[in-house]
């Protein structure tokens, strides 16, 4: 139970977060999943996030940090939104969501250079700082969007586990 509250909170982070515009609103008073759903440019991931099941562990104890993608990022997925939102293929979904969370709360201060954090589907992802903050391939577009049980870094791609899609 509490590895799928982990997973679900940090899913949220990653998926509910609005930007600048969200970061300029919200100074860490909100949890994850109400700062996500507050802000625009959300939609998918909050959509993603409930489909999934996960609201309810993203609006946990935390701290999570979310890398969380943009509906334009969404839109930019081989796989249509509305198939990956299908019941059928919620073990897929819930693993590309929990693939964008972190246990603990890492500020953009903290990222190392060239680190793998492991997430909290299991796999790990890549920080890389030689041309701006990344990770994996996705751009980190606005950090440090802080809440109440984590932070959240919005990023530009939606970062997809090997082998899931």
Do not use: C, R
């Not at 799928?4 to 008073?29: D, N, P, R, Y």
């Amino acid at each position: 139970m509490k590895l799928t509250k982990t997973i679900a909170a940090a899913f949220l982070a990653f998926g509910l977060t609005g930007g600048a515009a969200m970061a300029a609103s919200h100074s860490g008073s909100k949890d994850i999943v109400d700062t996500a759903v507050e802000a625009d440019g959300f939609d998918t991931l909050v959509a993603a996030v409930q489909a999934a099941g996960l609201v309810e562990t993203l609006k946990g104890e935390g701290p999570f940090t979310v890398f969380a993608p943009t509906d334009e990022a969404f839109a930019a997925l081989g796989m249509t939104v509305d198939e990956l939102l299908k019941p059928e293929n919620k073990d897929k979904l819930v693993a590309v969501l929990t693939y964008h969370v972190v246990a603990g709360k890492v500020m953009s201060t903290d990222l190392v250079d060239d680190s793998t954090p492991a997430t909290v589907q299991g796999s790990m992802v890549t920080i890389d700082l030689d041309n701006g903050a990344m990770v994996n391939d996705a751009k980190v577009v606005s950090a440090d969007i802080d809440t109440s049980n984590g932070v959240i870094h919005v990023i530009d791609k939606v970062l997809v586990p090997e082998g899931v899609l």
